[in-house]
């Protein structure tokens, strides 16, 4: 008979993970607040990216971070509140970033990010999805010598793990870029990154595991998590429902404390916000997915479409939008792209979701010390989609007792 497992969470990572403990042999069901049609996979930038293999928490961000907290338009902000889970947050966020952890974080993230492409390239494979995926790498533009310095400094960390990163000065920008001019002093291209639609993906591998035996419960939230000797055994659904549970994965994104907290397990977890837009057949675009480093934009041609997005506001789950901060992303383009003038999008075409962040920039991957049977994976960071299928692998390896091609030693659950 079977292993059940219930996975709490329908983004990439609760779905990811759904589709290998199927192959597994798991019985899997998914329970998701929304209808699956929503959430932060559906309108991030999409791109799977070896090349950020340097966390959030670093030397040095705290410092960029409090500048920014002084324009309102700034791609980072943190809203003021009383709160001693927010204050023990920035704490170990403060004692993170440093060159020591830095160092150690680095090689894993990097190989955890091509281990997640090797997957995607499966998927691409596989004749019954067509999500987009191309393998045309990404490309950093800079336009001060001050962000130049920093990301030929990137760069040479990237050689230095044995990637490939060509420093391109203005022309040979241009050069590589060949749907729309450019305005930047120079770029850093990585040929190895890749990216794809994700909403597409999203709705292709939902429909697959749905006709592959998983069940799933959508528009249901889960209120308790009943627990006795060490283990759950019950949740306790929004419409009443109680079910009894084997094994139970959270996998609820910028939600998973708030869940975990109902089974004694604390979790440091903040949300950080982002914004996209996206724009439908441009008339023109770039070709090669982009970051816009001294505006922290990203710009990913999707199909004929091409998303714009960025920002990390730490809101406390808040929906409202910000207009000053999508000002700001919208503003930046045509300081890139001159060529580029976007108007500022309306309200229905403004897409917010909330990505899941730890102190140390590292997600949380295994198993609770406290719940023998609540396995944690979330705080990917801006990295969830392009860490997705990766994680869903090492879920399953880990939940089998299996050896992961990833070490994972970095990611426990109780470490802070």
Known sequence: MSKKIHIIGGGIIGLSSAWYLNEAGFAVTLIDKTGLEEGTSHGNAGMVVPSHFVPLATPGVITQGLRWLLDKKSPFYIKPRLSLELAQW?????????????????????????????????????????????????????????????????????????????????????????????????????????????????????????????VFMRGKSVSDLETSGGKVHHLHLSDGQRLPCEEVLLAAGSW?????????????????????????????????????????????????????????EISNLSTNISKSRVQGIVESIPDYYPDLNLDYPERERIWHGFRPCTPDGLPYLGYSSTCSNLFVATGHAMMGMSLGPGTGKLVADMMQGKPTEVPVGLFQVDRF
């Open 256 to 312: 998973t404390a708030r869940v975990a907290k109902k089974a004694g397990v604390k979790l440091l977890l903040q949300d950080g916000k982002g914004y996209s837009t996206t724009l439908k057949n441009p008339a023109q675009r770039p070709s090669i997915p982009t970051l816009l480093a001294e505006a922290r934009v990203a710009v990913t041609p999707m199909g004929n479409d091409l998303r714009i997005g960025g920002t990390l």
């Open 90 to 214: 920035l704490w170990q966020f403060y004692r993170s970033c440093t060159p020591g952890q830095v160092k150690a974080a680095m090689p894993v993230l990097k190989a955890f990010n091509e281990y997640s492409k090797q997957q995607y390239q499966a998927f691409a494979k596989n004749p019954d999805f067509d999500f987009c995926f191309e393998e045309k790498g990404l490309l950093m533009l800079y336009k001060t010598t001050l962000a130049q310095q920093e990301e030929i400094e990137m760069a040479e960390k990237a050689h230095e793990l044995g990637m490939e990163a060509r420093i391109l000065d203005r022309q040979q920008v241009q050069e590589l870029e060949t749907g729309t001019r450019i305005d930047a002093l120079g770029g850093i291209f990585y040929p190895g990154d890749a990216h794809l639609y994700p909403n597409r993906f999203m709705q292709q591998l939902s429909h697959h595991l749905q006709a592959k035996g998983v």
